[in-house]
């Protein structure tokens, strides 16, 4: 990203070193304390995979879509059109880097991280008994 912004080589490999390191960490931190709701924690860890290393095509984006996806589908309404620019912009990626010059799919990226790791736990109801009466 920072070299369709211009950015020097050394300057790029600076910026992916802190990414590898801050999305290292990170997945540390999302595992390491059991309970988290899977869901979220699922579309973190596969948004995180992406910042991790230095290159990405656009099939190693499927799984993060897919996590964006499911997040659209089970998160509260308002936050559901987030998601779902989130699981559309994947797809659109190579597009819209085309058309600017620019690659932004690190920013949706630490979008959806931060996103899915804000996700409020979903309280699971068990389902009703119907009794026969």
Known sequence: MLRSFGAGLHLALAGQCVSTLSSG?????????????ALPRMAATLALTMLFVPYGYLYDLVGFSIGMAALCVASSPGRQPIYAALWLFGG??????????????????ALAVFMAWTEPAVPQTPPHAHSPA
């Open 92 to 109: 659109h990626s190579a597009s819209i880097a085309s058309l600017t010059g620019h690659v932004l799919m690190p920013i949706a990226l």
């Open 25 to 37: 960490l990170l997945l540390w931190q999302l595992w390491r304390i059991p309970g988290r709701p």
